[in-house]
């Protein structure tokens, strides 16, 4: 089982530029690939090694001096093969993302019979992997990351601190990160864990996430008892934040064109309302379990649900 952590960097202003030059440079090696396997795909797609297949046409070697893309070697001099590769896999990703829903509009498959074709994106959410040892490297206790960043004219090391971790990592493995470069830089890192075999316990808090009700909860015995039955709405939070969607929805209706930034306070009220009814419902969870002594908590699957 893979999750994700968000590892937040203190970085310096000039290494955040480093960081944005970076990622607008790998984004742009992703644009001009994403046209190669694009024309080439038919070929690629059969090919025994993918990769292998693209960098034939791109990458000069001893056995290859003269690929038929001579634009890579010329334009992005010097690009780390571990970042290339990942390109590749993302490209291949996206371009068969692509012609799987261009060729779904082909043969009709439409929300509306006026629908558009899809637009191809190759570089949407595109951030560059970074290879343990190749790219990132880590300090003993992970308080420190050493990233290799492009200043224009070379690939160098930097060094910077980590804000704050959680303990995942020390749970799993972890595997390649990316680096998310925004408003904030930080390190997107996955992190393999097992999970273990739950107990067998006498009681289990059963959580059933509702429309109408936020959250059910029953304590159900080993023998099939519900012991004990809970409903968690925190009706007073929800209508504060339902409050704050209808005014932006009245302010939305008395301009024809919404700009950029439109009610962003309203928008984040109402989002830290969520978190905090999200905080709150979990904590009276925890509690309600220990006071009925339920050893485990079940809940259905949250995949795709927001906060």
Known sequence: ???????????TAHQHHLMRMTLAEYRAYCRALSIVVLNNWPALSKAPSFAAAVERLIHPT??????????????????????????IEFVKGQVSSYLTRYDAWLDGDRRRPDAKPPIFTPVSGCYPAMYRGQQIKFNDDFSQVSLKLWNGREWLWHDMPIKSVRHRHLLGTIKSPSLVVARRCYLSVPVEVKPERLPMADRVCAVDIGINALATASIVSSGGTVVARRFFHPAADIDRRNKRGLLIRRKARKTAKLSKGFCAGLHRKARHINEQIAQLTSKHLVQYALAHGADVIVLENLKGWRT
Do not use: E, G
Not at 1 to 11: E, N, S, V
């Open 62 to 87: 001893a056995k290859n001096p003269k690929p038929r893309h001579s634009y890579f070697a010329r334009r992005f001099y010097k690009f780390p093969s571990y970042l290339r590769r990942a390109a």
């Open 1 to 11: 089982m893979i999750r994700t952590d968000k590892w937040p960097l203190q970085a």
